[in-house]
């Protein structure tokens, strides 16, 4: 049969180009789980997807309860689920005051995080439920939130700290707390998004370590290369919109297109050479996929068990 692959933000950039590259295979039924159903619609029908490879189903991560009804409507649409893809995300580089979702978490962390976090633990169920050779769990990563990289390195550096700020509910000064996970006075919302990929990336590790053997399911992370042209730099200067792409593209010579992240994502679901479990996935100036390493920040067990028991109660798992 089918696979059905569940992908989270494909209503732009990588999201919709691997929703694009998966439906275009005839393998696989892709659900687009998106905040904004006209976009997506108009999406997909954009990029050419054939009618009947896809479903749309509303899914905000800004909100708890969204993500609850999301896992409620799927379950009654009657597919399975074969592979879940985390990939939405927000990116706030210029702001210095925060935003907050409809639970009151500062917005980058709420959405790539805490939104995703909810999601994966309610939807390891339906993964253990389906009889699919290869069942996946894949949470996007980023070369950012990695301080053992170039790119990491830029300023402001990515750092959970001791958590206390996430600890605290991310609620900002309005509420005697800090809108940072590491708790501090100033917010920073580049820095947030970079604090928000690393949970992502503990994340992805602490499910292998808690649910692979058990279930055989495999979960991954990946870095898919510099996609400077999608919409994840909307809300930045126009004048770095307009550099950030012959840069990537001449100088760091890190540049993606769009098309070709989508296959990258799109192999991680699918191939069966990257089934392997609690890996970080890069690509070569080849094109090669390989095996990466994580800062230590970013692979450090004793903060991802932490990371993972406050934000059960964050989202009232606990
Ligand atoms: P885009 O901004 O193009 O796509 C992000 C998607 O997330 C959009 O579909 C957006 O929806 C969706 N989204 C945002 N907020 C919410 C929400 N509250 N609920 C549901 N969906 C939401 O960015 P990219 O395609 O570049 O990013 C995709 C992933 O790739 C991210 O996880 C990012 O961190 C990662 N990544 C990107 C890199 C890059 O260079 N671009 C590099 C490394 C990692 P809408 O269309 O409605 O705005």
Known sequence: RQGVV????????????AAKALSETGKWHVVMACRDFLKAAKAAKGAGMADGSYTIMHLDLASLDSVRQFVDNFRRAGMPLDSLVCNAAIYRPTAR???????????????????????ARLMLHDLGKSDYP??????LGSITGNTNTLAGNIPPKAGLG???GLAGGLRGHNHNGSAMIDGSDTFDGAKAYKDSKICNMLTMQ???????????????????????????FREHIPLFRLLFPPFQRFITKGFVSEAE??????QVVSDPSLGK????WSWNKD??????????????????????????????LA
């Open 6 to 17: 569940v992908i989270t933000g494909a209503s732009s950039g990588l999201g919709l180009a």
């Open 97 to 119: 005051t925060p935003t907050f979702t409809a639970d009151g978490y500062e917005m980058s962390v709420g959405v790539n995080h805490l939104g995703h976090f909810l999601l």
């Open 134 to 139: 290869s069942r996946r769990l894949i949470i």
């Open 162 to 164: 001791d958590l206390r």
């Open 206 to 232: 602490e499910l292998h370590r808690r649910y692979h053997e058990d279930t055989g399911i495999t979960f991954a992370s990946l870095y898919p290369g510099c996609i400077a042209t999608t919409g994840l």
């Open 261 to 266: 992240s989508g296959k990258r994502l799109a």
């Open 277 to 280: 479990s609690g890996v970080y």
């Open 287 to 316: 094109s090669a996929s390989f095996e990466n390493q994580l800062s230590q920040e970013a692979s450090d067990p004793e903060k991802a068990r932490k990371l993972w028991e406050i934000s059960e109660k964050l989202v009232g």
